[in-house]
């Protein structure tokens, strides 16, 4: 029971340890990544955070999901903000979406400038925004993912209210087959597809009128980034070493998402997106994901209706900037209290169960004292301190158990003294008892150390001796019979007066037909009242076929 409580308390102490200090510390985080569009080129920096293992090492197992295949879209916005991601690919429109009370943070702008543009067909003759006012405009909805597109025509003094614009498909047809006139496409992209069939195609690009907005945009949500500061650190950095691994290494990344990603995609088309990424995030130049406040403030100015003019400090919260969230003193003394704390009462804990485990101890040490005692007690004669007789039975069986399995021989010696009644009733009881014990420890002082001597009855006593046959037996019973017979006895300690007593003794060995242990005790029980019979004072052995041979009589002795 104690081993019990030692192990019980051991594991609540393992467990304590492991949830406190290692769980939090071994467990890879979950983290979902809402991209915005279909697995491409475009995202390549976040599959070689992945597959090269940036996230893992940050303590993150990233998801990352793509976007817009069978024509679904899920607003990357919304996913952050409702939770269902932790980290999303949006574009400029985001400090739209902030200024309009999305709590969204911007973490890296990996495009410097949009890829966004009008495509339109040469054939059509469209040529600028203002040959496009009253043409089917196929964008994408929501309007702010597509801000780009509409600002140009703003500037131009056209509102965008008053534009035809029609749901995208995703898709190139529409626009090839004349069923719209301009499309809302990516220049890493579409471009790439009409050129593989020959189409000769026109960009109306919003650079050209002075929208230059920042592309791909890594956010978050400001709950995020306010519990934990630190998981989005490292994810913006795993984020943009994965970044600078694919655009040193694109040949590698393009074949990782041909194999893995993107398989309906050519090798020339993500060759072709690449290349036009490069020239976008110029990343020679630019580092990658830098984003300068005040690039974000006109983006804002010239988003917002009647392009009213922003407080500088409006956008603080929506820019992301790491020193602001690097763990202060304050923090890292809170993370020392609560691990004092936990410390503390773990050893609070270990001290408990360590006064529980020695008070038990020591409970259990005196309950096994006791009963090592009681035990003692049962098996002791209390007057002379000899095994009684039930010490002298289990020896016995165990003796017999020994005969039984190697013959190893023993022998009994009974012995009784003889008319003891006369003592008690010539000298009183007192007497009696101080010759009993000194009958005892003479008898005791006689026989060798493996022998096993006990008082069965009143003035009755047995002896056993292991390894010895009738022979040997014999010899030393007689020496027993003179050590009695030849010294006087005390009555008590105070007085001299000498009594002399004799014993009877009766002897038997263990005999080979024996089946069980007390036969032999039998026996010489037999022997020994064959010698009272023939006139006490007599040492008699009985053989194994119980025939009586008289071994010393008071004449030898
Ligand atoms: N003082 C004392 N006497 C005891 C004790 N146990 C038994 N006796 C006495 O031992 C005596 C045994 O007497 P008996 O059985 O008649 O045998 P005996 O007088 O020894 O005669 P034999 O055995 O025939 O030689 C009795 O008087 C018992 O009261 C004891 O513990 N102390």
Request: aromatic share 10%; charged share 25%.
């Given at each position: ?244 691994y694919a655009m040193a290494h694109p040949e590698e990344i393009t074949d990782l998402i041909l194999n893995k990603y993107a398989p309906q995609k050519t090798r020339e088309h993500l060759r072709y997106e690449a290349k036009a990424m490069w020239d976008l995030m110029q990343p020679e130049i630019i ?271």
């Amino acid at each position: 029971m104690e081993k019990d409580i030692q192990i019980a308390g051991f594991r609540w102490i393992v467990f304590l340890f492991i949830f406190c200090f290692i769980n939090p510390l071994a467990a890879a985080e979950h983290v979902v990544v809402q991209l915005k569009w279909v697995n491409q080129f475009q995202f390549a920096g976040y599959y070689a955070a992945l597959e090269k293992g940036f996230y893992k090492a940050a303590g993150f197992d990233v998801e990352l999901r793509p976007n817009g295949y069978d024509g679904a879209f899920v607003s990357p916005v919304d996913a952050v903000v409702s939770g269902k991601a932790q980290y999303g690919i949006s574009n400029s429109g985001l400090v739209l979406d902030y200024l309009n009370g999305k709590p969204v943070v911007a973490l890296a702008a990996t495009l410097q400038h949009s890829a966004v543009s009008w495509i339109v067909l040469e054939k059509s003759g469209i040529r600028n925004i203002h040959d496009m006012a009253n043409k089917r405009l196929m964008t994408v909805f929501p309007l702010s993912e597509s801000l780009e597109l509409l600002e140009p025509f703003r500037a131009e003094g056209i509102a965008p209210e008053k534009l035809n614009l029609i749901q995208t498909v995703f898709d190139l047809q529409p626009l090839i087959d004349g069923k719209v006139d301009a499309y809302d496409g990516y220049v890493t992209n579409e471009p790439f597809l009409l050129e593989q069939k020959g189409i000769a195609y026109r960009l109306i690009d919003p650079r050209t009128y002075g929208i230059d907005f920042y592309g791909d945009v890594l956010f978050t949500s400001q709950n995020e980034l306010r519990d934990h500061p630190e998981r989005v650190a490292a994810f913006r950095k795993a984020s943009m070493d994965g970044w600078r691994y694919a655009m040193a290494h694109p040949e590698e990344i393009t074949d990782l998402i041909l194999n893995k990603y993107a398989p309906q995609k050519t090798r020339e088309h993500l060759r072709y997106e690449a290349k036009a990424m490069w020239d976008l995030m110029q990343p020679e130049i630019i580092e990658i994901g830098h984003m300068n406040p005040g690039r974000w403030l006109h983006i804002a100015e010239v988003m917002v209706e009647h392009k009213r003019l922003i407080d500088d400090k409006a956008l603080n919260s929506f820019i992301y900037n790491e020193e602001d969230y690097q763990p202060d003193l304050l923090r890292y003394l809170r993370i020392a209290t609560i691990a004092s704390i936990i410390a503390l009462l773990l050893a609070g804990i270990a001290t408990w169960i360590y006064r529980i485990n020695r008070r038990l101890t020591r409970e259990i040490a005196a309950r096994e004292a006791a009963e090592q005692q009681l035990r003692r007690l049962s098996e002791t004669d209390a007057l002379t301190g000899l095994a009684n007789r039930r010490a002298f039975d289990q020896q016995l069986h165990k003796e017999f158990q020994r005969f039984l399995r190697y013959r190893h021989t023993f022998s009994i010696v009974m012995i009784d003294i003889d008319l003891f009644k006369r003592i008690n009733d010539t000298y009183g009881h007192p007497a009696g008892d101080h010759v009993l014990t000194e009958f005892a420890w003479r008898l005791r002082d006689h026989i060798r150390k493996t022998d096993i001597l006990a008082r069965i009855g009143g003035e009755e006593f047995a002896i056993m001796l292991p390894e010895t046959y009738p022979w040997e037996a014999k010899k030393r019973t007689l020496l027993l019979q003179q050590i009695i017979s030849k010294t006087p006895f005390k009555l008590s300690d105070t007085t001299d007066t000498p009594v002399m007593i004799t014993a009877s003794f009766g002897i038997s060995s263990v005999a080979e037909n024996d089946l069980i242990a007390d036969a032999a005790l039998i026996r010489a029980d037999t022997a020994l009242y064959e010698a009272k019979n023939n006139g006490r004072n007599q040492v008699i052995l009985f053989n194994a076929d119980r025939k009586p041979v008289l071994v010393a009589d008071k004449t030898t002795a």
